[in-house]
Antibody, heavy 118, light 107 residues
Framework: EVRLLESGGGLVQPGGSLRLSCAAS????????MIWVRQAPGKGLEWVSG????????YYADSVKGRFAISRDNSKKMLDLLMNNLRAEDTAVYFC???????????WGQGTLVTVSS | DIQMTQSPSSLSASVGDRVTITCRAS??????LAWFQQKPGKAPKSLIY???SLQSGVPSKFSGSGSGTDFTLTISSLQPEDFATYYC?????????FGGGTKVEIK
């Protein structure tokens, strides 16, 4: 059974940093791209960042480029998102998800809430 | 970046109705199109991939069609558990992009 479990969310002041993690199980982790998607309160889904299975390629939305860094540890089946210089508009539930070239974005974690406020 | 335009943004329908949601891509994405269902406070659930293929366990009342730039999601007979928000997403190329969502409400 595929499982994705996010952690690391919380309350942080503007300008602060936070690291989100996503623990994966139930599939061959290094075979798949992984992504982070966020959802601000009452809003739609916004893709944030993605990383290839090897970790050699990374991708970012313009809204987070230069502030966020995605990484993965295939030996531990862990996906991370380091978020720096956080802004109020980064407040959202952050989901990690598995991406398959054959099946699209097929599995999602339950999400972790990040609140940026003073 | 590929823009995904979803319509309508909301609709009201009755139990048993047939519902169709459309999604248009700003450029050709072949069939790299997925549909998701999201209920309040929950993670999105994958319904359809490759524009028309059902994810495992998804009931056949859901169907998808289209290729290139124009796509549709159809729910053949709306049931109480289908009232939710639906999103399309292109996974042809990064950045992956979502449609704005369609909220399906009870009439």
């Amino acid at each position: 059974e595929v499982r994705l479990l996010e952690s690391g969310g919380g309350l942080v002041q503007p300008g602060g940093s936070l690291r989100l993690s996503c623990a994966a199980s139930g599939f061959t982790f290094n075979n798949y791209d992984m992504i982070w998607v966020r959802q601000a309160p009452g809003k739609g889904l916004e893709w944030v960042s993605g990383i290839s299975g090897s970790g050699g390629s990374t991708y970012y939305a313009d809204s987070v480029k230069g502030r966020f860094a995605i990484s993965r540890d295939n030996s531990k089946k862990m996906l991370d998102l380091l978020m720096n210089n956080l802004r109020a508009e980064d407040t959202a539930v952050y989901f990690c998800a598995k991406v398959s070239s054959n099946y699209g974005t097929d599995y999602w974690g339950q999400g972790t809430l990040v609140t940026v406020s003073s | 970046d590929i823009q995904m335009t979803q319509s309508p943004s909301s609709l009201s329908a009755s139990v048993g109705d047939r519902v169709t949601i459309t999604c248009r891509a700003s450029q050709d994405i072949s069939n790299y199109l997925a549909w998701f269902q999201q209920k309040p406070g929950k993670a999105p659930k994958s319904l359809i991939y490759a524009a028309s293929s059902l994810q495992s366990g998804v009931p056949s009342k859901f169907s998808g069609s289209g290729s290139g730039t124009d796509f549709t999601l159809t729910i053949s007979s709306l049931q109480p558990e289908d009232f939710a928000t639906y999103y399309c997403q292109q996974y042809s190329t990064y950045p992956l992009t979502f449609g704005g969502g369609t909220k399906v409400e009870i009439k």
